[in-house]
């Protein structure tokens, strides 16, 4: 615990992903709940953990207090084992769905007819990024986001996704794919690559704002991958409360942002804030599979993020994190459903022109429709 307390208020993001994973390891060796009797190394323990996630929540809000410069940033740095797992995860995965779109092209026109694409949900940004033809040179360059890291064939034909994390963030949507197939389907591919970048180029640093976006996703994708575990093992089973107060606090940071981007997505198009987006929202949907504090604590801010109407500009990656969450929410609040159905079924007002009504309409019912999708097979068999 001393060689904590060295670090514990660390103004670097790096740090803060490593004493995370080191606390974990910690914990599976010498177990809090072991320790019932020693009151004081349970509180250690406890505080130690929520320093740590409100750094992180600082992080992740971009309230941390720092600024990303050349200067700040440290050549060769050695990154917490979950960001190269990550990186590599996500190169297994674009090598076997590359290979799986070889194969496709590789059929008789016949049988491989190109699906129709509807961009009206888009801006005009995103038209002319997303909307472009890919080049057989184009996919050639694509092909590796580190041509360095290989995997044997072996490893190729016996895995769907490589077996290493806790679940995977790339699993629900594809990562390669024509750009003109999915929306905001090359957001993802360019910042693993910047990201690989700037792990193994020494003199390759990014920008500030870059920087910024790395981090991010960097301390998102860790907590992502050890948060509920480390919760769990520092709050056992007769702690809930102690469990959903220290989540809280990553939560309570990640709703604010989550609500920040679903309001701006309609008036800009961001790469970047996809991506980020689609971070958070897969660390949100963890929490809602392994954890109770999403319904305990932020039913309200959920309803609130669903109900929002530029909430289906979101990329459909992560609209499909969302699936997970709003499943979850809907097996413990089923209420939400028939407020929906009330709402479709309600007249509008005196005041209200026909135009807005259809629109309004439209919108409850694409939400009914969303909440379908992502129940589970049997759902309203009742």
């Known amino acids: 615990m001393k060689f904590f307390q060295n670090f514990i208020h660390t103004r670097h993001p790096t740090t803060v992903c490593w004493l995370l994973e080191i606390l974990l390891l910690l914990t599976h060796k010498f177990k809090p709940q072991g320790n019932k009797l020693d009151k004081r190394l349970k509180a250690e323990y406890t505080q130690l953990l929520d320093s740590l996630l409100r750094s992180a929540a600082a992080i992740l809000s971009d309230s941390f207090g720092i600024r990303y410069t050349e200067a700040y940033g440290i050549n060769q740095i050695c990154f917490s084992p979950t960001v190269y797992e990550m990186l590599k995860r996500y190169e297994f995965t674009k090598l076997k769905q590359r290979e799986l779109i070889e194969h496709e092209e590789a059929m008789p026109a016949g049988n491989n007819a190109a699906r129709p694409v509807n961009y009206s949900h888009m801006g005009q940004s995103g038209r002319s990024q997303f909307g472009q033809a890919s080049t057989a040179s184009q996919r050639a360059r694509e092909r590796n986001v580190n041509p360095n890291l290989t995997f044997p064939r072996s490893q190729l034909d016996a895995f769907d996704e490589i077996p290493l994390q806790k679940g995977s963030m790339f699993a629900e949507m594809p990562v390669v794919r024509d750009p003109r197939e999915i929306y905001a389907c090359g957001d993802m591919t360019d910042f693993m690559r910047e990201l690989n970048r700037y792990l193994h ?113 979101m990329s459909e990656r992560t609209l499909r994190k969302w699936q997970i969450i709003m499943r979850h929410y809907l ?50 068999d009742e």
């Not at 990014?206 to 991010?216: G, L, V």
């Open 331 to 380: 097996n413990r609040n089923p209420e939400l459903f028939e407020e929906l159905l009330k709402q479709f079924r309600a007249a509008e007002g005196l005041f209200v022109s026909t135009k807005r009504e259809v629109a309004q309409k439209s919108l409850t019912f694409k939400r009914l429709a969303f909440l379908v999708y992502s129940s589970n097979i049997d759902g309203f």
């Open 201 to 313: 180029v020494e003199d390759d640093i990014p920008d500030e704002a870059k920087q910024k976006d790395i981090f991010k996703a960097l301390v998102t994708v860790t907590l992502r991958q050890n948060l509920t575990q480390l919760s769990a093992k520092i709050h056992p089973a007769d702690e809930k409360d102690g469990r959903v107060q220290s989540e809280s606090i990553i939560v309570q940071a990640l709703m604010k942002v989550l609500d920040s981007q679903i309001r701006g997505v309609e008036k800009a198009y961001k790469p970047e804030v996809q991506v980020y987006a689609e971070f958070l929202t897969d660390l949100l949907a963890c929490l809602a599979n392994e954890s109770a504090t999403l319904d305990k604590q932020f039913k309200g801010e959920v309803t609130q993020l669903f109900y929002q109407d530029s909430f289906f500009l």
